[in-house]
């Protein structure tokens, strides 16, 4: 497997540069290949640990401990909806069963033409325009409401056309 | 009283932030101080780290061993995940410089040769805001082989986590910039000792950090004097609930809690009352509505109250607030992060949750009320790390000084049961 091209491979030597033991690039590259393929499959962490002198089980025991990366495919879009306190006072809850029951998928679910995946997250750091959601790891949509969520879902669908 | 949060247009870009004094503060040290100057003067200033812990910064890098020949290193802690919590964000986005400018200090007072700031991976918008301004200060020459010509050397990157609360702890996320899974490690060594690969390490907050160019700046004794005299200086307070203005806002360490709900954030949302208010982030005590009334927002005045200014990140919940539901979900929280390593949190936070939902399910027993202290105080320092206590702390104070939120909810024909059966009937 071949999964970096060249110039991805000239980034990974680069993140290299930055510390002392290669292992420290793990997580980093870890980014860069769900980046590439949306998640990160049993090859691709094979890839990985080949690429970083790391043995396949350690790469595993990273994978599987950080709940950002993927285990499996997500959906085009990755719903995260912060269901904690400040979110929870603020209609956190109202806003994720609303996504959930509109879309008919719950937590970790994906829609069956592939297009959401919706998932109920920990405090994103965005309190106090709560109630929120992450769309992808990127993306912050802050100050939502059930209308607001559900034209944003509108609009990710007709983009997709 | 504004240190960090500046109202100045554009004080983000590198151009404008050396337009009103940027980095003079670094090049002062360069030219006229020495790296014990520089600590002497944080020590003096009395700044205690923003992280939650309250420790004194300038004591903490005299830990740092002056000799030797191993490479040291420092951490800046961008974590920022204890739920409440959003202030460091505001730093990255408001005044990145001036961090990078305290990190700069930092390392030259140690003799620090690469610093890491770890980013919650969440947190990708504020990464590219960082990262853009470390390259400006790149491109300046203030970051670098021989900075600005004098021949001190030093290197600040990145180090984006991945989705784990834990790795905000200080050991967890040195193991995580090492590549590996993000578990503490036990103390001592501390990490001034043994920190990252085994090197002399010291781990700072972000707004930590972004004091430091003012204390260099305007001296030591001005900062001492800002706010509360044992805690002084300003905390970026970040307010969330029900408030009208919810926000971070900047003011002196002390202000009175009332102040700030009501003259900073513009009062309750709908005028209602005040029920509860966590003081600083999830895992700090409560206040009840009387302590609201006499709190002031600093350490000391916050212990009179059982409880600690944490984060400084204050969740405010008014009169309808389902007390054992806002607790409930503490306690899901502080279980699902739990890295698993020690008995007392790997199973106790499970408890603590699953005793609550029975309360909520209807079927609490008048002595569960003291089976979640006991179990709270079996987690309380009989752990690796301070998650532990985290979780602990909520579930104690809550319940003892909410006590008759939850007796409300448990069914009157009580019948005690010995502890033993409880624990199956848990499953
Ligand atoms: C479970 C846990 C999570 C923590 N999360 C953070 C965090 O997100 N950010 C932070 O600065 N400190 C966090 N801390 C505190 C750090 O361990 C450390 O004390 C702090 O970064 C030191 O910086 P300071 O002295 O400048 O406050 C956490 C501690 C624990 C026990
Ligand atoms: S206290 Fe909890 S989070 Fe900390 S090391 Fe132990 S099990 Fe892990
Ligand atoms: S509680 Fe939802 S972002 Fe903090």
Redesign the pocket.
């Known amino acids: 497997m071949q999964l970096f091209n060249e110039e991805e491979l000239k980034k990974v030597e680069e993140i290299k540069s930055h510390y002392p033991s290669p292992q420290a690039a793990l997580l980093p590259m870890l980014w860069m290949v769900q980046e590439k393929e949306g998640w990160i499959s049993p090859d691709s962490m094979k890839y990985a640990g080949e690429l970083l002198n790391v043995p396949y089980e350690h790469v595993l025991g990273v994978v599987t401990f950080y709940t950002m990366f993927n285990k499996q495919p997500r959906g085009k879009y990755h719903l995260q909806i912060c269901t904690n306190v400040s979110c929870m006072l603020r209609g956190g809850y109202e806003l994720y069963n609303y996504v959930s029951e509109k879309l008919g998928i719950k937590n970790n679910e994906t829609t069956a033409d592939g297009m959401f995946t919706i998932e109920e997250v920990e405090c994103l750091g965005s309190c106090a325009t709560a109630p929120m959601m992450q769309v992808n790891n990127k993306e912050y949509y802050e100050n939502l409401d059930t209308s607001k969520v559900g034209k944003l879902l509108e609009e990710f669908r007709n983009h997709v056309k | 009283m504004n240190i960090i949060l500046k109202d100045i247009k554009d004080f983000h870009r590198i151009d404008v932030y050396e337009s009103n004094g940027g980095y003079s503060a670094f090049k002062k040290a360069l030219k006229e101080m020495s790296p014990e100057d520089v600590t002497n003067e944080v020590k003096n200033s009395n700044l ?8 004194p ?1 300038g004591l ?1 890098w005299t830990f740092m061993p002056k000799t030797g020949d191993k490479p040291k290193y420092l ?1 800046c ?6 739920p409440g ?1 959003f202030k ?1 964000r505001e730093i990255f986005e408001r005044n990145p410089h001036q961090f990078i400018e305290g990190t700069l200090l930092a390392c030259y007072a140690m003799g620090i040769k690469a610093a890491y700031v770890y980013i ?1 991976g969440e947190y990708y918008k504020w990464i590219n805001l960082l990262q853009a301004a470390i390259d400006d200060a790149y491109k300046k020459g203030y970051i670098g082989k021989n900075i600005l010509g004098t021949g001190f050397s030093t290197d600040i990157y990145i180090h984006r986590g991945a989705g784990a ?9 040195m193991n995580s910039v090492e590549g590996k899974r993000g578990y ?1 490690r036990v103390k001592p060594p501390f990490p001034a000792a043994f920190g990252l690969w085994g090197c002399p390490t010291t ?7 972004a004091n430091v160019p003012e204390i260099i700046r305007n001296g030591a004794e001005w900062f001492s004097k800002i706010g509360a005299p044992k805690h002084p200086g300003t905390l970026l307070f970040g307010v969330s609930g029900h408030v009208n203005k919810p926000g971070v806002y900047e003011l002196p360490t002390g202000t009175p809690l009332m102040s700030i709900i009501n003259d900073t954030c513009g009062g309750m949302l709908d005028g209602k009352d005040i029920k509860m208010v966590i003081p600083g982030g999830s ?1 700090m005590p409560p206040l009840t509505k009387e302590e609201c009334l006499k709190a002031n927002m600093d350490n000391e005045s916050l212990k009179e109250f059982g409880s600690s200014i944490g ?1 400084a990140g204050v969740m405010v919940m008014n009169e309808d607030t389902d007390i054992l539901k806002v607790l409930i979900r503490i306690s899901k929280f502080y279980y699902h ?1 739990s890295c698993g390593q020690c008995t007392p949190c790997r199973e106790g936070t499970g408890w603590l949750l699953r005793v609550l939902k029975r309360i909520d399910s209807g079927q609490g027993r008048i002595s569960d009320l003291d089976l979640l202290t006991s179990v709270a105080q079996n987690i309380e320092g009989n752990t690796i ?3 532990g ?2 979780a602990a702390w909520p579930v104690k104070w809550t319940v003892k000084k909410f006590r008759q939120e939850f007796e409300k909810r448990i069914p009157k024909e009580d019948v005690e049961v010995p502890v033993r059966n409880k624990v199956h009937s848990l499953r």
């Open positions: 205690r780290g923003r992280g939650g812990a309250c420790f910064t903490k951490c802690n961008g974590d920022e995940s204890e919590s460091d919650r609360y834990i790795c905000g702890e200080e050991s967890a996320l503490p781990i700072n907050n972000i707004e930590t950090l895992s984060t992060e790390c301070a998650l206590d985290a």
